[in-house]
């Protein structure tokens, strides 16, 4: 059974950095991290395909960056220099088949439920 799950969530002052990983059962093509915020859409933020090869987008670039430890089985996400506005559930989700660098939410097929980020002083 498919299964991604997400970890690392939690609180952080302004300025702060955390790590998010997402632990994949199976094997996929494409994994990326998402995030919602009350009343607003879920954005990509990120994506690696099996190749290694990674997107990320350009509202978080240079703050956020995505990799794969193959050994566990993860993909994480680390994320610095937070601010409030980052405040959001995150998500990771993951693919077999498109453009992996295509980071819009309809076109993941696998979700996890998600890990709180609250960015606050």
């Known amino acids: 059974q498919v299964q991604l799950v997400e970890s690392g969530g939690g609180s952080v002052q302004p300025g702060g950095s955390l790590r998010l990983s997402c632990a994949a059962s199976?094997?996929?093509?494409?994994i990326a991290w998402f995030r919602q915020a009350p009343g607003k859409q879920r954005e990509g933020l990120a994506s690696?395909?099996?190749?290694?090869?990674?997107t990320v987008a350009e509202y978080v670039k240079g703050r956020f960056t995505i990799s794969r430890d193959a050994a566990e089985n993860t993909v994480n996400l680390e994320m610095s220099s937070l601010k409030s506005e980052d405040t959001a559930m995150y998500y990771c989700?993951?693919?077999?088949?498109?453009?992996?660098?295509?980071?819009?939410?309809?076109?993941?097929?696998?979700w996890g439920r998600g890990t709180q980020v609250t960015v606050s002083s």
């Open positions: 989700a993951a693919k077999y088949r498109g453009n992996c660098g295509y980071i819009v939410a309809g076109t993941f097929d696998y």
């Open positions: 199976g094997v996929f093509t494409c």
């Open positions: 690696i395909g099996d190749s290694g090869w990674t």
